[in-house]
Structure formats: structure tokens, C-alpha cells
């Protein structure tokens, strides 16, 4: 979230808390009851995911999932700190800024520098 919350002024977005209250809700056949239909939709998701890795090959997966995970890593070491949002960590909004930066709004922002670590990684890989 760009923290705009649709208006024209930024807010700093508070960390996520779930209180012992909300957690014990959470534990209630009536959260249970209102969350069922997700449950079935991720349990199918879930089935289906095995029976892809399955037919992938879990070895195969696996070294596809380890270098997704390290490709992950170097794009958020890479670009984390160069993605500019509408609205600055410490609230400043700076929407001129982000739209160079971010396909639309808040949505992809960061995209020049991961496009440019993109060509990086297709160049080498064409080169071996």
C-alpha cells in the first residue's frame, strides 16, 4: 500500500497487530463457518500445487525454487532501496517522483531497476 489510502495526503501505514482477542476469534466455529469456502479454495490450491510439483519432478522443482528464492534476494538487495512510492517511509508524499518509478499509482514501483537486473540476468545466461 502507498499509504495515499486513496486520498491526497500520506499516512504512515502502523505495523500489523493481532490482538489476543482477534486471535482467540480466530480459534471460533463462527470464523471458522465465515472462512470455509477459503479453506476449500486453499485446500484445492494446495492439492493441486503437490500434484504439479509431482509431475515437475520435486528435484527439478526444487533447484527452480531455490533460484527463484536467490534471484529474489538479489532484486530485493538490488532495488528495495531504489523503488520510489507515492509516499515516502516518513510519510512525505512524492507522487511526481513515483510515477517514473511505478506502472501505476503504487502498483510495480520499482520496475526500471528490476527490468534492468532482468536484462543483466538474461544476458549472462545467453553468454554460458
Do not use: M
Amino acid at each position: 500500500d502507498d499509504g495515499l489510502g486513496g486520498g491526497d495526503r500520506c499516512a504512515l501505514i502502523p505495523k500489523a497487530y493481532v490482538s489476543d482477542e482477534t486471535r482467540a476469534f480466530f480459534r471460533t466455529d463462527t470464523w471458522r463457518t465465515f472462512t470455509y469456502g477459503d479453506e476449500v479454495l486453499y485446500g484445492a490450491a494446495d492439492r493441486s500445487l503437490d500434484a504439479t510439483i509431482e509431475a515437475v519432478g520435486k528435484e527439478l522443482f526444487r533447484r527452480k525454487l531455490e533460484e527463484h528464492r536467490r534471484l529474489l534476494a538479489v532484486a530485493q538487495q538490488r532495488c528495495g532501496d531504489v523503488a520510489v512510492f507515492p509516499c515516502s517511509k516518513t510519510g512525505v508524499k512524492q507522487v511526481a517522483k513515483s510515477r517514473k518509478n511505478c506502472y501505476v499509482t503504487d502498483s510495480g514501483c520499482g520496475y526500471p531497476c528490476l527490468d534492468k537486473l532482468s536484462k543483466e540476468w538474461s544476458r549472462k545466461k545467453s553468454e554460458k
